[in-house]
């Protein structure tokens, strides 16, 4: 693949993989970083992007990586203050408040004990609510393997929390 191709494909792609960036990060910032370091790891795959049969697919699971990477750096943890509650949440009560963020925590520590394709397809399923024929789609796979990893993923995450005290 020439210059000329590349740039037509990334003006293409660099859209979709900043939406996605977008909606995993929400720093518009970081986002376009993502979808930068996205774009120049296509361009260092060129040579070999024809072997590929879904370039979108391939760019989304790179772009969704990153993502996953940066939050994995940041070690993220999204803890509201207890006097910020009653404004963003009338009906929850501190407590329930609380109780909800730490029912957060464990399942985002759950799912980081996952292989890395599980978290995704999971993540893209049931947190993105994303279709199995869509998540095809980007991955390159077919629905019948989304929905086997889907399977194995959800057992996995209810053995872990089974076995967790």
């Not at 464990?106 to 869509?134: A, F, N, T, W, Y």
Request: hydrophobic share 40%; with cysteine.
């Amino acid at each position: 693949m020439d210059r000329r191709e590349f740039e037509q494909l990334a003006r293409g792609l660099r859209p979709r993989v900043l939406m996605t960036a977008t909606r995993v990060l929400t720093d518009p910032e970081m986002a376009e970083d993502v979808a930068q370091e996205t774009l120049l790891k296509l361009w260092s795959l060129r040579e070999r992007l024809s072997d590929y049969q879904n370039v979108d697919g391939l760019a989304m699971v790179i772009a969704r990586n990153k993502c996953l990477d940066i939050l994995r750096q940041q070690n993220r943890v999204y803890r509201v203050p207890i006097e910020d509650v009653e404004a963003m949440s009338p009906e929850l009560s501190p407590m329930e408040a609380l109780i909800d963020t730490e029912s957060d925590d464990e399942v985002s520590e759950i799912l980081s004990m996952l292989p890395e394709g599980q978290q995704v397809v999971l993540r893209m399923k049931h947190i993105e609510g994303m279709e199995v024929e869509d998540i095809a789609q980007l991955t390159g796979c077919t629905p019948n393997a989304i929905r086997v990893t889907l399977s194995r993923a959800r057992k996995r995450v209810k053995e872990i929390f089974n076995n967790r005290d």
